[in-house]
């Protein structure tokens, strides 16, 4: 979520660094995540958890998002769009602390 932060607050070239950094990182949360995702919920419903996340982050990550960089692009700037997306992801990311893992 930071390194998508600094994506849009980044001039110049440090925008390259931050493109170059922020998918090292972003593959970082995938196994972590989905473990965390299968830990959630009762034993019966875990492959249900999973499986259902994957087609909602396909939608959410190829349509929803790009589709608000864009508003944001219209009515304010792409960086601020890419950083409202950063904010969002380290949100959802301060939000796991409240997690009940089972």
């Known amino acids: 979520g930071i390194t998508t932060i600094s994506m849009g607050a980044a001039p110049g070239r440090w925008v390259l660094a931050a493109v170059f950094v922020q998918p090292l990182l972003a593959v970082c949360f995938f196994p972590a995540g989905f ?4 830990r959630i919920g009762p034993s019966g ?3 249900l ?3 259902l996340t994957i087609p909602i982050a396909f939608l959410l990550g190829g349509g929803a998002v790009p589709s608000l960089i864009g508003l944001m692009g219209d009515v304010v700037s792409f960086a601020a769009g890419i950083m409202l997306v950063g904010a969002a ?3 959802g990311a301060l939000l ?3 997690l009940k893992l089972r």
């Open 49 to 51: 958890a999973v499986s």
């Open 35 to 38: 473990a965390a995702l299968s």
């Open 45 to 47: 419903s875990r492959n």
């Open 96 to 98: 796991a602390v409240w």
């Open 89 to 91: 992801i380290t949100g």
